[in-house]
C-alpha cells in the first residue's frame, strides 16, 4: 500500500453513452498520468441482470454492453510482471 506522502488522487471523468438500446453512463478514474485505476458502468433500465447475456439465459439482458467484454478490456490493460 502506498504511504500518503506518495499517494496521488485519483481523476473522476464521466461520461454517457448510447451504444445500445438503453443509456450508459460510464464513470472512469485515472491518476494524474492516465493510467486507469477504475471503472463504474451504469446501465439505465436493466435492474440486476447480466447486461449483454445471451437472450434466451437467466437474468441477463442482451439490450445492454457486452459486460464480460467490458471486464476483459479493462483487466486487459494491465501486464503481470512475471
Known amino acids: 500500500m502506498a504511504s500518503p506522502a506518495?499517494?496521488?488522487p485519483l481523476r473522476r471523468f464521466t461520461s454517457t453513452v448510447q451504444?445500445?438500446?438503453?443509456p450508459i453512463r460510464v464513470t472512469?478514474?485515472?491518476d494524474p498520468e492516465g493510467v486507469p485505476g477504475a471503472e463504474q458502468w451504469l446501465v439505465?433500465?436493466?435492474?440486476h441482470a447480466?447486461?449483454?447475456?445471451?437472450?434466451?439465459g437467466t437474468h441477463t439482458d442482451f439490450r445492454g454492453p457486452h459486460a464480460t467484454r467490458e471486464i476483459v478490456r479493462f483487466f486487459g490493460q494491465f501486464a503481470l510482471d512475471r
Open 6 to 8: 506518495t499517494f496521488s
Open 19 to 22: 451504444r445500445t438500446v438503453t
Open 44 to 47: 439505465h433500465g436493466l435492474g
Open 50 to 56: 447480466w447486461s449483454g447475456g445471451h437472450p434466451g
Open 28 to 30: 472512469s478514474y485515472r
